[in-house]
């Protein structure tokens, strides 16, 4: 049995959870989101709680006993509360900036990259290189980021490039003059 799975999650006050055969739909004050899960498990809403119980001996049963576990609670988590990332921009030169739905980005190339900002989701750019995505889908707010940063991955020698905010760079030592 899976470890995480068997915990039930806490329904907190102002949000809704309906499960029906195959969807289970989230609202709260920040929106609403739908998910839909397999035969494998079954989710149901008891005392204010979603607890989510194995069916079957399967190993893919036992993985998606977790799986929807963790699911449902990114989904009352992010009705509440929401999701951010931020991403640093290092370089000279480099910049982005919001204009209306789509971010354009300098990155030191001979063209901008324009991106179009995904439904659902809030960016923001300061002039000090920092781009702030947020939104109530964990995976659409981590997928656009991902995005985002694969423009221009940070490199290792100068620490240019696209970074999440918690990550560190390591970095290298160039190359020495061998005489």
């Excluded at 809704?16 to 998910?35: A, H, I, Y």
């Excluded at 490199?155 to 999440?164: A, C, F, M, Q």
Aim: cysteine-free; proline content about 3%.
């Amino acid at each position: 049995m899976s470890r995480i799975g068997k915990l039930p999650v806490a329904i907190p006050t102002g949000v809704k959870v309906t499960v029906d055969s195959s969807l289970v739909t989230v609202e709260g004050p920040k929106g609403k989101l739908v998910q839909d899960y397999t035969n494998l498990v079954k989710i149901e809403v008891k005392d204010n709680e979603v607890i989510v119980t194995n069916l079957s001996d399967l190993k893919a049963s036992h993985a998606a006993h977790g799986l929807y576990r963790n699911l449902v609670n990114n989904m009352i988590i992010g009705v509440t509360k929401g999701y951010t990332k931020n991403l640093i921009i290092n370089g000279v030169g480099y910049r982005a900036e919001v204009q209306g739905k789509l971010i354009v980005m300098n990155l030191g190339y001979s063209s901008d990259f324009i991106a179009t900002i995904p439904e659902g989701l809030t960016v923001t750019a300061d002039a000090q290189g920092k781009i702030s995505i947020s939104g109530i889908n964990k995976q659409e707010v981590g997928e656009f980021a991902a995005e985002i940063r694969k423009l221009r991955k940070p490199e290792p020698y100068k620490g240019k490039g696209i970074r999440y905010e918690t990550e560190t760079i390591k970095r290298k030592v160039g190359k020495s003059g061998v005489k």
